[in-house]
């Protein structure tokens, strides 16, 4: 099993930025793939980002590119999601995910394991 504790959301303006951090336990993750996803209310949940744990590949949702950053650092078992420019539109409940490969990164019933989630608010 894996375990997975997502903190850093909050409320913030526009244009501001925050760190979303997601600590990882419970088994070895060194081959997942790990990511995040968001869901804003009425809305299916989407996917944002993830990132190779083994060789650190990267991939983002066009609608965050240039604004987002995923990482990770090993030694902490923890991946991040670094977030500027923030709008409005980016208001959502984000979640941490992880699986094993093979998966399809974008979908989001690929991943077997979730994080509860924390709040991110973007005000105008």
């Known amino acids: 099993q894996v375990q997975l504790v997502e903190s850093g959301g909050g409320l913030v303006q526009a244009g501001a930025s925050l760190r979303l951090s997601c600590a990882a336990s419970g088994r070895t993750i060194s081959n997942y793939v790990t990511g995040w996803f968001r869901q804003a209310p009425g809305k299916e949940r989407e996917f944002v980002a993830t990132?190779?744990?083994?060789?650190?590949?990267?991939y983002n949702d066009d609608s965050v590119k240039g604004r987002f950053t995923i990482s990770r650092d090993n030694t902490k078992n923890t991946i991040y999601l670094q977030m500027d420019s923030l709008r409005p539109e980016d208001t959502a409940v984000y979640y941490c995910?992880?699986?094993?490969?093979?998966?399809?990164?974008?979908?989001?019933?690929?991943?077997?394991?979730w994080g509860q989630g924390t709040q991110v608010t973007v005000s105008s």
């Open positions: 995910a992880a699986a094993a490969p093979p998966l399809l990164y974008r979908r989001s019933n690929d991943y077997g394991y």
């Open positions: 990132i190779l744990w083994s060789g650190g590949s990267t």
